[in-house]
């Protein structure tokens, strides 16, 4: 599972599932820099989110490979009622009394997506993704949220959480290793280098 690149994101909105959100160039050296890092791995699946941010990711590492790219709709980013405004703490669509009914469980969450449906999809992408490039290796290219709630899931966590802890930096792999159909180790790395997840542009 590869988080995609930065986003080029001048307003600073969630851009959530809003098309037009391609990588600014930082995030195209990000993609370049994953490519580079997996360019010796036996790596013959690569599939991506639909969204223009994830696409532009995969690129590097299916031109490098000589494959093609898949799309798989599981992937994509989660839905959110936010979608296009600001969403910081103290401003933005938070401050705004009108928004506050969204606001209500963050266990579920009330604002968008359920966590559950969220895991259910994206393991399900992950086992296409396994069966795909079955005794080699695949690469699914995704987002933040996703990634995060499908490794709570798969380490039987909680998938309500601080969005401020999350381990899924600009694109850093989350890789799910198998024996056959069973899941037998979790591994992450940033070959891009950390950043913060509230970074604008993630």
Same mark, same amino acid.
């Given at each position: 599972?590869? +988080? *995609? /690149?930065?986003? *080029?994101? =001048?307003t600073g909105v969630l851009?959530? $599932?809003?098309? /037009?959100? /391609?990588?600014? @160039?930082? /995030? +195209? $050296? &990000?993609?370049?820099?994953?490519?580079? *890092?997996?360019?010796d791995r036996d790596i013959t699946h690569v599939v991506a989110s639909p969204l &223009? $941010?994830? &696409?532009?990711t995969a690129r590097p590492i299916v @031109? %490098?490979?000589?494959?093609?790219?898949?799309t798989d709709e599981r992937l994509i980013e989660s839905d959110n009622v936010f979608e296009g405004q600001k969403v910081s703490v103290g401003a933005g669509a938070l401050s705004s009394p009108k928004h506050w009914r969204h606001l209500t469980n963050p266990f579920?969450? %009330?604002?968008?997506? =359920?966590?559950?449906?969220?895991?259910?999809r994206m393991l399900g992408? !992950? *086992? +296409? !993704? +396994?069966? !795909? !490039?079955?005794?080699?290796?695949?690469?699914c290219v995704s987002h933040q949220l996703p990634i995060w709630t499908l490794r709570r899931f798969l380490e039987g966590k909680r998938m309500w959480h601080d969005p401020r802890n999350r381990e899924c930096s600009l694109a850093s792999l989350t890789s799910l290793e198998f024996d056959d159909e069973r899941?037998? $180790?979790?591994v992450y790395t940033e070959p891009a280098g950390a950043t913060d997840p509230k970074v604008t542009g993630a």
């Open positions: 599972m590869l +988080r *995609h /690149g930065e986003v *080029h994101n =001048p851009y959530g $599932r809003l098309p /037009g959100y /391609g990588l600014s @160039d930082l /995030g +195209r $050296r &990000q993609a370049l820099t994953v490519a580079e *890092h997996l360019k &223009q $941010r994830a &696409q532009e @031109d %490098s490979h000589q494959l093609e790219l898949a579920l969450p %009330s604002w968008g997506e =359920p966590y559950l449906q969220i895991a259910h992408a !992950a *086992h +296409r !993704a +396994r069966a !795909a !490039a079955v005794e080699h290796e695949a690469v899941l037998v $180790r979790i």
